[in-house]
């Protein structure tokens, strides 16, 4: 099992800038990815972002060069740097990490709501 353990939500106006965390525990050492999924109201959940355990990187075109994932391996903590922020971008965000454990496994986190104002 894997835990997750999301912060850094809250209201922002447009232009502005937050970043979230990701804090992983337990059985750590099967997750291969971590990413950042969001859903809007009334929309599907969709990736924004995801870092493998090889540093490999994707994002969603609706956030390329405005969010930047990156990883702590010491403090098994991801992070979400958000910047230049639009009232599209509003939604909760959710972590997740994936493991390989005779077969492929999600984990999510408990979701952080983004909120940008125009």
């Known amino acids: 099992q894997v835990h997750l353990v999301e912060s850094g939500g809250g209201l922002v106006q447009a232009g502005g800038s937050l970043r979230l965390s990701c804090a992983a525990s337990?059985?750590?050492?099967?997750?291969?990815?971590m990413g950042w999924y969001r859903q809007a109201p009334g929309k599907q959940r969709e990736l924004v972002a995801a870092?493998?355990?090889?540093?490999?990187?994707n994002y969603a075109d609706s956030v390329k060069a405005r969010f930047t994932i990156s990883r702590d391996s010491a403090k098994n903590t991801v992070y979400l740097q958000m910047n230049s922020l639009k009232p599209e971008d509003t939604a909760v965000y959710y972590c997740?990490?994936?493991?390989?454990?005779?077969?492929?496994?999600?984990?999510w986190g408990q979701g952080t709501q983004v909120t940008v104002s125009s």
């Open positions: 997740n990490a994936r493991e390989y454990r005779l077969g492929f496994n999600d984990y």
């Open positions: 870092i493998s355990n090889l540093g490999t990187t």
């Open positions: 337990g059985s750590i050492d099967s997750i291969i990815a």
